[in-house]
Every structure is written in C-alpha cells, then in structure tokens.
C-alpha cells in the first residue's frame, strides 16, 4: 500500500511539472516604449520641451544633474516561446536647455545634426 502511495505521488509530481508549459505568464512591459519614428524626429539643439513632445517624459530623473535624462524600456517575457527580455535605453544629454548629445540602443536620424532652426 505504501508503494502505491509513493508511486501515486511521483506520477502526479511529473504530470503536474510537464503541464507548467501550459499556464499563461504575461509579458511586463515597464518604462518608456519610444517608436523608431519618434526617435528620428530628434534634432540637436531642441528644447526640453520640445523633447517630451517628440518623446513623452523620461522614466528616470537624475537628481544631481538635470540635464541627464534617461529613457530605458525593460521587456521581461512571461514566457520564453515569445521571445528574450530585453532592454532599450537612450540617453539624452542637454546643455544650456537644448539637445547636445543623444547616445543608447536606437539609431539617430541622418538630419540629427541640423537643428530645426534651419
């Protein structure tokens, strides 16, 4: 009878374990998504302003330096079948309260460089 027990336990431990795959995890999406077309409309020498228009506000405020922002998009996956997690960020960088310098994972617009005023 013990045998049975135990037998009965163990069938039911690996039935319960190789149905894991069958429960839904959604994925977590936190911070600032930033479409590859906002991105480009980035020009050097744009406002503060100007910026969160294009933009949106960043996720993260630096608060020793106010002319760090950081938008950072971190994507965990629920489950591994739809893909890796992920994370994007950008960096923009402002002097005198225009863009002076933007660096991270997306790639500037050849225009980047003219500022808007021209």
Same mark, same amino acid.
């Not at 994925?27 to 050097?44: A, T």
């Not at 969160?52 to 960043?58: A, E, Q, R, S, T």
């Given at each position: @009878?013990?045998?049975? #027990? ?5 069938? %039911?431990?690996? !039935?319960?374990? !190789?149905?894991? =795959?069958? /429960?839904?995890? /959604? +994925?977590?999406?936190?911070? =600032?998504?930033?479409?590859? #077309?906002?991105? *480009?409309?980035?020009?050097?020498? @744009?406002?503060? +302003? ?6 949106? =506000? ?6 020793? +330096? ?11 996956? $629920? @489950? ?8 994007? #960020? @950008? /960096?923009?960088?402002? +002097?005198? $309260? *225009?863009?002076? =310098? ?5 790639? %500037? ?10």
């Amino acid at each position: @009878m013990k045998l049975y #027990r135990l037998a009965f336990v163990l069938v %039911l431990a690996l !039935a319960t374990g !190789a149905c894991s =795959n069958w /429960i839904y995890r /959604i +994925d977590v999406p936190q911070g =600032n998504f930033l479409d590859e #077309r906002d991105v *480009k409309k980035l020009r050097i020498g @744009m406002t503060k +302003d100007q910026v969160i228009y294009v933009l949106g =506000n960043p996720v993260v405020d630096d608060t020793f +330096d106010d002319d760090t922002w950081y938008y950072v998009y971190d994507m965990k996956r $629920g @489950m591994s079948k739809r893909g890796e997690d992920f994370q994007k #960020r @950008m /960096i923009i960088t402002f +002097d005198d $309260g *225009k863009v002076s =310098n933007v660096e991270g994972d997306f790639e %500037l617009s050849e225009d980047f460089d003219t500022p808007l005023d021209q």
